[in-house]
């Protein structure tokens, strides 16, 4: 399997905003780790939330795939494209340096998931 995640990253007052993405061949259940490092250290770790495709803004994540934005203390992902998966994020070691990721395949074949991500300090 191959993973590939793509970032481009912003800072602004606090906040980060970047691309993600992650696409793997696999089977049915299937997981990759992708991996987010913050380039900017948090001083204590965020809550981490996963939005699918068309998925209402909340609170903690009240903006939008266009326009990423997460409340302070929380990092929001995005999603915009879900080929082959639920999309919804699943995080391993979230901290304030960042977290791992992955979201399993629900069939055999590629799958992926694609989306931008924004995280505001505490």
């Not at 965020?46 to 939008?64: D, I, R, V, Y």
């Not at 266009?66 to 070691?93: D, I, K, Q, S, W």
Request: with cysteine; hydrophobic share 40%; proline share 8%.
């Amino acid at each position: 399997m191959v993973a590939r995640v793509t970032q481009a990253r912003s800072a602004h007052r606090g906040r980060l905003r970047a691309i993600a993405r992650l696409g793997v061949l696999g089977t049915t259940g299937a997981v990759v780790l992708a991996l987010l490092s913050f380039a900017i250290p948090l001083a204590k770790a965020p809550e981490f939330h996963s939005l699918t495709p068309g998925a209402q803004p909340t609170a903690e994540c009240p903006g939008s795939a266009a326009n990423p934005t997460a409340a302070p203390g929380h990092a929001c992902f995005y999603e915009t494209t879900v080929v082959n998966t639920t999309g919804n994020l699943e995080f391993r070691n979230p901290g304030r340096f960042g977290t791992s990721y992955f979201t399993p395949a629900t069939a055999v074949g590629s799958y992926n998931a694609r989306g931008l991500w924004a995280v505001t300090a505490p």
